[in-house]
């Protein structure tokens, strides 16, 4: 058996539930690999997983791991995972969220997890659109860009997802590409094992709704651009239009839980 | 022979609010996310107080009510017992999370201490305006249990009551009560653990291979598998067949709705609580709930005083609403009076039970003001 | 020694302005006719808007038997710690039913049929810690409650305040119940002469 083949059968459901919905082409399906390669490597015991989705293309991957998953509301995947990680700290949960979901619907619960530093991966699939829906407007949607609900254009800034989560505490922050795969498995597990809140962006075409309104002929033309437009943070200089991507912050603050366990053990009574 | 001797009960003066945290705290609740609200907040403060003193407790303060609901039907997940409070604002942001509480069968208790509303209304005043909201709040189609208290000792027996619906039912449990109920102090007496029925959620009987999680297990209601036991389930908000796996195939899809509805119609008898007072020779009965009940029965004492055959039923659980109790007032009494702090929620119900048999009058006020004893008592005579 | 008495039902209305203790003081009064003494009480306060703004009220309602209706209707007893709170709620008092003041707060009394204490200068004064106004009050109110014993209310502001203001609040209970006892005669006699007064007087015309 090939090395992807034992992946296959050792972490994804078997039972009835493939097909699966993704596109061809669809970026989604990269970072679950890299998910799946990442626990792997980790050695993380399936039943201390936990995968928190959220609704759109990007939570749909949850159904077809074999962890504990945990398919939740449009924007809310981080108040689940917030209740499970405090409920049980030894899970490894990871929440995986759409731009619109984690930025937009969720945008308080981002900042907020980053703010108390729960100890949470939160992955954000950013794919610049609503893919579910059928491809309107997020919030990281391009200034200028088209999508169904922006006809003309989108007329907002939107949110850079790397500045908003260190701006709000969160202890790690990364960013990577669905094209930067070996990049995107390293700062994966890095995020995984991070403590407190960690947050990483991948950036992930969607060639059904975000490509064909946006003059990428072929699906390749998008994963093209990702290769040029990106560049090692450590290589990025003030004034480079191209995204930088790489690690961002790297606190180690405690996680909400690890200060909860200290402040109920200091609240036990003294023999 | 050594004498068991009976231990003291401890007693407390307390407000309903603390009565909700005692009865939480008494029924096993280990886990509370809340966001502060008028008049529902001492709840809160009391379990920010308690929580993190008690073995395994964690209380979190969310960043709105959603989160709240959220962080609760998580750690509901892995096994725990969790309750959310809130106000009429807060209990509307929590709708559809609590309908996705409903759909995963996430057994949980939501308190909503009920002020005037719509909107910030009167924060600080009583009102019974959210009593059709907490039945029918979420969107689609689904069952729910809605209970309610009218004096602190209730509030506390009622909270029990909530988690041990919610744990044997795998359901979210609503539990109504108002801000006079809430606010005002009484003396409870905190009952020794081994006068308490206690109910937890049935695990299950079966190997993870073997374990189907929605299909049904104890009449309707299937046992669940706390996250991190080896089970690896999937819970997801859309509908899904009896692996959890999401479906639309419409014989599943039909199943698992039938049985949503069947596992508490099942246990109606079990669900449907109410107090019959005076009601044996009753010509004339009053059907209440909440604080308006304790007019109510004020009422009817002053009522017999002067001769009149007035009986009270008192509504425990609010929904499932008890037809079969109000059937039986609506064909012995010639009228039924329903005094509440809305509009007319419950007397709605009243008269789609009644179907003609009675004269169903209602007395509403929706001032801020607790209905009064003597407006009831002039609605009688 | 007083009796436990059968009450049928006795409101009582603590009122004044926030800061005074008063909340705490319906509390406490609560927790000892209820706990210590063994009756039906409920006790409720004001809230919100009407906590703010500087007024503040605690009721308390006593019964022997259940209490349905939880909120005060008519008071018995009105203890009005300000001349606005007196105002306002002298026409919730029934008839029959006694207004107890501070005589140095309250200067116009909207009837002449009160009893008053300065308890605000008796804090000051004899204390030496304005903070103890309530459980002055306290003192005052368990003499005039025919009904309540003033060795259960001793015990019940050991149960309910901290260690640390504990010793001084005793010696304020204590002060309130020998001022009362001193300067507003035996309990039953109020209750008689508020009576007796109440059936002759006429009430109406008080507004506030
Ligand atoms: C409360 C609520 N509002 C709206 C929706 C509809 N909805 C489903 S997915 C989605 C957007 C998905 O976009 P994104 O989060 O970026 O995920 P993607 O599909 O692009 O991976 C929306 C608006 C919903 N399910 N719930
Ligand atoms: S619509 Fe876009 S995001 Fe969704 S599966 Fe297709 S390509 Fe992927
Ligand atoms: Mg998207």
Not at chain 1, 108 to 115: C, K, V
Not at chain 1, 205 to 212: A, H, L
Not at chain 1, 240 to 265: C, H, K, M, W
Not at chain 2, 211 to 238: D, N, S, W
Request: aromatic letters at 6%.
């Amino acid at each position: 058996m090939s090395d992807v083949t034992k992946l296959i059968h050792e972490y994804l459901r078997h039972n009835k539930k493939f097909p699966h919905v993704f596109c061809a082409g669809c970026g989604h399906g990269i970072v679950l690999g890299s998910l799946v390669r990442s626990v792997h490597a980790l050695q993380l015991p399936k039943d201390n997983v936990v995968i928190v989705a959220g609704i759109g293309c990007s939570g749909r991957m949850a159904v077809y791991v074999d962890f504990n998953t945990v398919h939740t509301a449009h924007g809310r995947a981080l108040t689940f995972a917030t209740g499970i990680k405090m409920a049980n700290p030894e899970l490894n949960v990871i929440c995986v969220m759409g731009d619109g979901d984690a930025l937009s619907i969720g945008g308080n619960h981002l900042i907020h997890a980053a703010r108390r530093n729960i100890g949470v991966t939160a992955l954000v699939l950013n794919n610049q659109i609503y893919g579910m829906t059928g491809g309107q407007c997020s919030p990281a949607t391009p200034q200028g860009d088209m999508s169904m609900t922006s006809p003309y254009g989108s007329l907002e800034q939107p949110f850079d997802t790397v500045d908003l989560a260190k701006a709000a505490g969160a202890n790690y922050v990364a960013r990577s590409t669905s094209f930067h795969a070996n990049q995107l498995d390293k700062l994966m597990q890095e995020a995984i094992l991070h403590p407190g809140f960690s947050v990483l962006e991948a950036l992930t075409p969607c060639p059904t709704q975000y490509g064909r309104k946006n003059k990428f002929r072929h699906v390749v033309d998008m994963y093209n651009w990702l290769k040029k437009n990106t560049v090692k943070v450590e290589k990025w200089k003030e004034g480079d239009s191209r995204i930088p991507t790489g690690v961002f912050q790297n606190l180690d603050r405690p996680g909400l839980e690890e200060r909860y366990a200290e402040l109920r053990q200091s609240l036990q009574p003294q023999e | 022979m050594a004498h068991r001797r009976r231990r003291k009960r401890k007693e407390l003066f307390a407000q309903g609010n603390e009565a909700v945290a005692q009865g939480a705290l008494l029924a096993g609740c280990s886990f509370y996310a809340g966001y502060p609200i008028t008049p529902s907040t001492e709840i809160m403060e009391i379990m920010a107080q308690r929580l993190p003193r008690i073995e395994d407790g964690v209380f979190l303060q969310m960043e709105d009510e959603i989160a709240s609901m959220g962080a609760a039907i998580g750690a509901s997940l892995t096994g725990r017992k969790a309750m959310t409070a809130t106000s009429g604002p807060g209990f509307s942001l929590k709708q559809e999370l609590i309908g996705y509480a409903c759909m995963v069968e996430a057994p949980l208790v939501i308190v909503n201490v009920m002020r005037g509303g719509p909107s910030t209304g009167l924060p600080t005043s009583p009102a019974q305006g959210d009593v059709q909201m907490a039945r029918w709040g979420t969107h689609g189609d689904h069952p729910i249990i809605v209970l309610s208290a009218s004096t602190v000792p209730e509030c506390l027996e009622m909270t029990v009551v909530a988690f041990n619906m919610a744990e044997k039912y795998r359901t979210p449990v609503i539990l109504l009560i108002d801000e006079v109920t809430a606010h005002t102090r009484e003396k409870i007496t905190i009952p020794h653990e081994d006068e308490l029925e206690v109910l937890s959620r049935m695990q299950p009987a079966v190997p993870p291979e073997w374990f189907k999680p929605y299909a049904e297990a104890a009449r309707g209601v299937p046992a669940m598998a706390p996250i991190g036991q080896g089970y690896r389930c999937h819970v997801t908000g859309l509908t899904h067949d009896q692996m959890g796996y999401p479906t639309s195939r419409p014989d599943e899809v039909n199943e698992f709705m039938t049985r949503l509805f069947r596992k508490i119609d099942n246990y109606y008898h079990d669900v449907v609580l109410v107090d019959e007072y005076c009601l044996e020779d009753a010509q004339y009965a009053v059907v209440a709930y909440g604080c308006v009940a304790r007019s109510a029965r004020h009422a009817v004492d002053q009522a017999r005083e002067r001769g009149h055959k007035v009986g009270l039923l008192t509504l425990r659980t609010l929904f499932p609403f008890a037809r079969p109790a109000v059937e039986r007032l609506c064909m012995q009494c010639e009228h039924v009076l329903v005094p509440e702090m809305n509009m007319g929620q419950i007397s709605r119900e009243v008269k789609r039970v009644n179907n003609g048999r009675s004269r169903i009058r209602t007395l509403n006020r929706v001032d801020g003001q607790i209905i009064t004893p003597s407006e009831i008592l002039k609605a009688i005579l | 020694m007083k009796e436990l008495q059968k009450i049928e039902r006795f409101e009582i209305r603590l009122s004044g302005t926030g800061g005074q203790g008063l909340i705490t003081l319906g509390r406490v009064l609560g927790h000892s006719l209820a706990l210590g003494h063994g009756y039906n009480v409920t006790q409720t306060q004001s809230y919100g808007p009407e906590a703010r703004g500087g007024s503040s009220r605690a009721d308390v309602v006593i019964s022997s038997s259940a209490i349905s209706f939880p909120k005060t209707e008519n008071l018995d007893l009105l203890v009005a710690l300000s001349q606005p709170a007196c105002n306002a709620y002298y026409r919730f008092l029934k008839r029959g039913g006694v207004l107890l003041v501070d005589s140095e707060l309250v200067q116009h009394a909207p009837t002449n049929q009160f009893v008053g204490l300065p308890f605000t200068k008796l804090a000051k004064d004899k204390i030496g810690n304005e903070l103890t106004l309530n459980t002055i009050v306290l003192g005052a109110v368990t003499h005039l409650l025919a009904f309540a014993e003033p060795r259960i209310v001793r015990k019940s502001l050991e149960e309910t305040l901290p260690p640390k203001i504990l010793a001084l609040n005793i010696k304020a209970f204590n002060l309130g119940l020998r001022e009362a006892k001193r300067h507003l005669g035996e309990a039953p006699e109020i209750w008689q002469t508020a009576a007796e007064n109440g059936a002759e007087e006429d009430m109406e015309g008080f507004e506030d």
